[in-house]
């Protein structure tokens, strides 16, 4: 509900008001913005609406769902995280769900017309310490934060002035109360809290950003394999690639994980600094070496679509038309990536190899550390490869009928 007020209602509500003002909506992909924007159109176009507010038209000159105008010069210009935003300015400004915290803030910033009396609202689950919320509370901007946990974990007193009139509505919450207990009791936020994982649960419930001083992922988590099934179900080879091998530069690492009756198994990380000719070498090596070691599992290549990424694919496609080749896009940061995928290792979907094998200690110092490391390219391969294989893991089996 929260886009739907804030990306929707809002501007509808702002230019009902006042049709001269100019509003801008930044989503985080260019569908959702199209798509806020299409539902705010309707709503100001409906018979309602125009009987409610007889003052505020769109205009026929300027009417696209992108960027449409009123009749007084005001309107609505919707646009994403990174889109273009060229000589536009806006009273108000409108940031929903955003991906990549800071890069694009002083630039949204700059497009207020007036910046004491314009107005920046900025609705988003927390990701980490440093997200834009993060960002923007330790800015001395003069934001103010309005922060409503599912379960609240201190004393709240709330005082909400209704508009256009003198009534206000006083609200208090002590430690312990639900948010909404009718439609999340007690009993759903128990099966939350387990099926999400605790660092989750906090930043998307209770708004409790994870620390980004490492120990995203605690050891206490980890669940252990003695053997091996004989047979995998499925194999995922997920490499993350550096684009130069100087010993200044990122690893190319590989993660490598079998799927086996809906458990997932860490059978190997694979770190090199490799030029381009090796790497693409050391891809072909690993899969032929799992291909033989489980002939009956189909193998998938995992590639970041990233730095030397999309090369690499090519070139394999074009020398091994047998092999399974899938570029990985990155929609959000490797902090936010490796956390999304914690509650997975904290409920014991994935299991690691309780004796040590020679790559353990370089991989776990990174993972029980991240992200406070210098290097993230471990943990990075191994948390795309959780993004692919953990829901083809947890999909139910088909069911079976007998006649």
Not at 132 to 148: C, E, I, P
Not at 307 to 336: C, F, N, W
Request: aromatic content about 10%.
């Amino acid at each position: 509900m929260k886009s739907i007020i804030c990306s929707v209602a809002l501007p509808a509500f702002i230019l009902g008001h006042n049709p001269k003002a100019t509003v801008i909506c930044v989503s985080y992909s260019d569908d959702l913005s199209l798509k806020f924007a299409n539902d705010c159109r309707n709503v100001m176009e409906s018979y309602w609406y125009k009987d409610m507010f007889p003052g505020t038209r769109i205009s026929k000159s300027r009417r696209s769902i992108a960027d449409f105008e009123t009749t007084k010069n005001g309107g609505r210009l919707s646009t994403s995280v990174g889109g273009m935003l060229t000589g536009r300015g806006a009273d108000f400004i409108v940031i929903d769900d955003p991906i990549k915290p800071t890069d694009a803030m002083s630039d949204i910033i700059s497009r207020l017309n007036d910046k004491k009396l314009g107005c920046i609202l900025l609705i988003m689950q927390r990701l980490h310490e440093n997200d834009m919320t993060g960002f923007l509370l330790n800015s001395d901007m003069g934001f103010k934060h309005l922060r409503l946990p599912v379960v609240a974990e201190e004393n709240e007193h709330w005082e909400i002035k209704r508009p256009f009139s003198n009534k206000t509505l006083f609200i208090t919450r002590a430690p312990g109360d639900l948010l909404h207990p009718s439609r999340d009791g007690e009993q759903e936020i128990l099966e939350l809290r387990k099926t999400m994982g605790e660092l989750a649960f906090a930043c998307q419930y209770q708004q409790r950003p994870a620390p980004l001083v490492g120990n995203l992922i605690h050891k206490d988590w980890i669940h252990y394999y003695n053997e091996l099934p004989d047979r995998m179900d499925r194999i995922f080879l997920s490499w993350d690639t550096a684009s130069k091998a100087s010993a200044n530069n990122a690893f190319s690492a590989c993660s490598v994980i079998g799927l086996k009756n809906q458990k997932l198994y860490l059978l190997q990380i694979y770190r090199e600094r490799l030029e381009f000719p090796a790497l693409c070498r050391k891809i072909a090596e690993l899969h032929e070496e799992y291909k033989t070691k489980y002939p009956s599992a189909l193998i998938t290549t995992l590639i970041e679509d990233a730095s030397s990424g999309p090369s690499l694919a090519q070139q394999l496609r074009y020398e091994h038309g047998d092999m399974k080749v899938i570029l990985v896009k990155p929609y959000t940061d490797k902090i936010t990536r490796l956390e999304s995928v914690s509650s997975y290792i904290e409920n014991g979907l994935i299991l690691f190899p309780s004796v040590a094998p020679n790559w353990w200690q370089d991989f776990s110092s990174e993972l029980f550390t991240f992200p406070n490391t210098t290097f993230k390219d471990q943990g990075d391969a191994f948390s795309q490869c959780l993004h692919v294989a953990a829901p083809i893991a947890t999909k139910p089996a088909p069911h079976v009928f007998v006649f």
